[in-house]
Every structure is written in C-alpha cells, then in structure tokens.
Nanobody
Framework: QVQLVESGGGFVQDGGSLRLSCVAS????????MGWFRRAPGKEREFVGT????????YYADSAKGRFTISRDNARNTLYLQMNSLKPEDTAVYYC???????????????WGQGTQVTVSS
C-alpha cells in the first residue's frame, strides 16, 4: 500500500499560481510513476500530467502544457505540481496517484490521495 496526501490547494485569482504537494508513505515512493488528475464540478476526473519514477520523463494534458510543471523529490517522497497562469476553468479537486505504468489512464493508477481543492476566481 501507498498512502498519498495532497496539500497546497486554495483560492487564487485568475492568472495566479499555486504549488500542490503530494507526500507518499508506505511502500517505496521511487518504485512508482506518479500522476496528477483533477475533477471539476459536474465533470469526470481527467488527466493533468504524469512523471516517471526517476523524474526524467513528464507528459501533460493539452490543457496543462506550458502552464503546469510536474516534479518529484524521491528523497522526500514528495510529488509536486506547479501551476502558473491559472484560469477559472482550472477550478477542480486535484488528486495525485501512484501506478506501475506511465500513463494518462485513470485505470493504470493503483493508489490515490484524497484530493485538494483549487479554486480560481475570475
């Protein structure tokens, strides 16, 4: 089992920035590829981005490219999501997830955090 706890969400104005963190405990963090997903009000959960176990490879949804950056610190068992130029449509609950495959598919991830709310006002 891997336990994941997100933090860093909050309320920000259009064009602002936030950095989310996800701390892992339990099994060895560096064994897993990590992903960020989000669920906006009234919508299904969607892929935001993913990072390989080493941090050497990252992939993003089109909506995140150029604005969001995923990184990880394996020594600290922590995953990050730096979000810049935030827009009202980025308002959602953001989740981190751990899986054995580097993927955009929700079903490829085995462990999930409880989520952190991000609200962007116009």
């Amino acid at each position: 089992q891997v336990q994941l706890v997100e933090s860093g969400g909050g309320f920000v104005q259009d064009g602002g920035s936030l950095r989310l963190s996800c701390v892992a405990s339990g099994r060895t963090f560096y064994n897993y590829h990590m992903g960020w997903f989000r669920r906006a009000p009234g919508k299904e959960r969607e892929f935001v981005g993913t990072v390989s176990w080493s941090g050497g490879s990252t992939y993003y949804a089109d909506s995140a490219k150029g604005r969001f950056t995923i990184s990880r610190d394996n020594a600290r068992n922590t995953l990050y999501l730096q979000m810049n130029s935030l827009k009202p449509e980025d308002t959602a609950v953001y989740y981190c997830a751990a899986g054995s495959r580097l993927s955009y598919r929700i079903t490829e991830y085995d462990f999930w955090g409880q989520g952190t709310q991000v609200t962007v006002s116009s």
